[in-house]
């Protein structure tokens, strides 16, 4: 085994690498740029060297500034982790000239499936079903017309050089070719460069799953089952599973099989994975190879009991793989979901900034058979920046059954505390309660369809309205009792929303009886039951009879309360306090009809609007890169353009001024 290990990557992968070095007795080196300097991967490391610079273009993607850190570690092997340089062979072989060894697949493979056009190529020669499609890049509009005609309409344009999401476009009609061409090859550019694009037929709805595999240098492959990754957004994967509810064990042998056909064929080692898409007729077909460590590794871990990072060094210090195929059966579901900074109200736009609070769920084994995991790089105070991805951890759920897994995983979110940044906690809440999601009715459409206007919290029916009042009256009584206030008012006012309601709670015994009246005097009376006390960040408990379970937050002036896929807030205050509410002045009107604001912190790509020009709302005014991918800045309103704050290249704060119509 290895002495000291290198990490060439930063955040939450870099930290569960240096747990399985730890575990086995590997030193480890961190490296970091200067915005990561105080980060968690940093200060969990044996050492950790500086890369200088801060966008990943002049740090973790500068392949000499970390052979010079791997040289002046002494490091004898190097994990790349994924994404940045892990699956460039350059790297690879930059790595063994330097005399150490590169955790991950020999270039030759990385070369061979890194290249997307390539790699169906050689799909289709190990008798690996492939997508219809035009076999060679795309150079222009017209190539791409002739080849999307050819298999017709829908097609889907991709990054030759890369995956992840980026560089992929859907277009449904010729009409849309052009502007589409343009982007994916320009993403592509900027994520891999490679501006190369192919074509291939769109399947409509369906499903993404794909295969872990394992191999060593010895010829020894196996697969660990597959994981279902059909929830997604923009092409990026937003909720895995492992296994799919829409496998069956021989679909799973069918397709493991072709996975392991493809690693032969290219002489693979090391852990990796290969995608297909699954149409309703359970035929798949070869989607990419990703060689490397996944994101969603550990959905595979808790279903399989297996460390794949340990795996992987073992791998690549020599030793033969230690399973067997007929050993690796699935044991339970597991089911991950992947925190990301950025508000799911405004159409997911990143969010940047300091994390003022971060607390995590009580980890462990929250029911009988269950466990939640979260794999993340941050801590409280951390700076969540412009110049890396959104996502700030994983949290998993393991359980005997898919709907045990699927609900730790629902509590898991509800005790979940993010402040400082927008974060889509909220929205993951409500996708794992999804009946749809719950029936396993999935496929990558899925988000765009069941928000087809995009996400909004959900207004709670009326009798939830008021169990949540109740609850959060009794809260507040109690929390008044408990900081020893002279006088705990008898009454209060609990608002939801633009629903306020008048409420008195009496002790009756083990239970409190709350009298609710709502702005058309009407009056419910519940009772509530709980062994509740400030500082628990749950609440369990029965409002009249019926069992509920509530993540707890306290705010300055009551409780927000989360539960059944919504995080909801109640003010709760004297009905002194409430009626002064009332009196106060609103906001002033904003003025902003007429600009156009950044949404994000990012750097503008592309103009599209001109001083004098009429435009619709829903025409494209800007191209906004942050975070890795690309963002289209739209016209909210009809009207004509009068002034341009911004040009090609400028690099925006959030709600910069961009445009003014006359």
């Known amino acids: 085994m290895f002495e000291k290990l290198l990490i060439a990557n930063r955040g939450e992968i870099a930290c569960r690498i240096i747990r399985s070095a730890r575990r086995l007795g590997v030193k480890t080196v961190a490296v970091y740029a200067d915005a990561d300097r105080h980060a968690p991967h940093c200060a969990l490391a044996d050492e950790a060297l500086p890369l200088g610079g801060g966008p990943a273009s002049e740090t973790y993607l500068q392949i000499p500034s970390l ?23 350059a790297f690879a072989r ?95 550019e900027s994520g891999f460069g490679d501006a190369r694009v192919f074509l291939e037929k769109f399947v409509v709805r369906p499903r993404h799953i794909e295969i872990q595999i394992l191999g060593d240098q010895k010829g020894g492959l196996v697969h660990l089952g597959e994981r279902e990754c059909s929830i997604q957004r923009r092409n990026q994967k937003v909720l895995e599973e492992a296994p799919s509810p829409f496998v069956t064990p021989r679909l799973r042998a069918r397709m493991g099989e072709a996975a392991l056909a493809l690693a032969r064929r290219v002489g693979y080692y090391s852990a990796g994975t290969v ?32 460390d794949l990072v340990e795996e992987m060094l073992r791998i690549a210090a020599g030793e033969r793989l230690r399973l067997r195929q007929a050993q690796l059966k699935p044991k339970g579901w597991a089911v991950e979901v992947r925190l990301c900074a950025e508000d799911p109200t405004r159409e997911f736009l990143p969010s940047i900034g300091r994390l003022t609070r971060y607390a995590p769920p009580p980890l462990g084994t929250p029911a009988p058979k269950t466990s939640l995991r979260l794999d993340d790089g941050v801590q409280e105070g951390s700076e969540i920046s412009i110049f890396y ?47 749809e999601l719950l029936d396993g009715a999935t496929s990558t459409d899925f988000i765009a369809r069941v928000w087809p206007d995009g996400f909004a919290h959900a207004v709670p029916p009326a009798p939830r309205q008021r169990q949540l009042a109740a609850v959060a009256c009794v809260l507040q009584q109690r929390r008044l009792r408990r900081t020893a ?44 039951e709980t062994d509740w006390q ?87 005014l800007f191209i906004v890169e942050a975070m890795k991918m690309e963002n289209i800045v739209r016209a909210e309103r009809d009207g004509t353009v009068e002034t341009l704050h911004c040009a090609v290249g400028d690099k925006l704060a959030v709600d910069a001024l961009m445009l003014e119509f006359a």
């Open 485 to 528: 206030q002279a006088h705990v008012p008898p009454r209060l006012a609990v608002q939801l929303g633009k629903h306020v309601f008048q409420a008195q709670a009496e002790t009756d015994g083990a239970r409190q009886r709350v009298r609710l009246s709502d702005a058309q005097k009407r009056t419910h009376e519940l009772s509530v």
């Open 94 to 188: 930059a790595v063994a000239k330097a005399g150490a060894v590169f955790v991950g697949p020999p270039p030759k493979a990385m070369e061979a499936m890194g290249d997307k056009i390539a790699a169906k190529k050689l799909a289709r020669a190990a008798r690996v079903p492939v997508i219809p499609g035009d076999a060679d890049a795309v150079a222009t509009v017209a190539a791409a017309a002739r080849a999307a005609e050819k298999i017709g309409y829908p097609v889907m344009l991709k990054a030759a050089g890369g995956g992840g999401g980026k560089g992929m476009r859907v277009v449904a009609r010729a009409a849309e070719l052009e502007a589409a061409l343009e982007g994916a090859a320009r993403e592509a």
């Open 534 to 620: 400030p500082g628990m960040r749950r609440f369990h408990g029965l409002v009249d009879g019926r069992r509920l379970q509530l993540g707890v937050r306290p705010l300055a002036e009551g409780v927000r309360l989360s539960g059944g896929g919504a995080s909801l807030d109640l003010y709760v205050r004297s009905p002194a306090a409430q009626a002064l509410m009332g009196f106060m002045p609103s906001a002033r009107t904003s003025q902003s009809a007429k600009q156009v604001r950044c949404p994000m912190p990012g750097a503008v790509l592309a103009v599209s609007a001109a001083v004098g020009q009429e435009v619709k709302a829903g025409d494209t």
């Open 389 to 435: 991805d959104s996502m700030i951890g994983k949290l998993m759920a393991h359980a005997p059954t898919r709907r045990a897994a699927l609900a730790a995983l629902a509590d898991g979110l509800d005790d979940f505390h993010i402040d400082g940044i927008r974060h889509n906690i909220d929205f993951l809440r409500a996708l794992c309660s999804h009946k």
């Open 67 to 89: 052979i010079a850190a791997l040289r002046k570690s002494g490091a004898d092997a190097v994990h790349p982790g994924y994404g940045f340089l892990s699956e460039n062979p």
């Open 275 to 306: 995608e297909f898409v699954v149409d309703a007729e359970r035929q798949f077909y070869f989607l990419e190879m990703n060689t490397r460590l996944q994101v969603e590794h550990g959905i595979t871990e808790l279903v399989y009991g297996v």
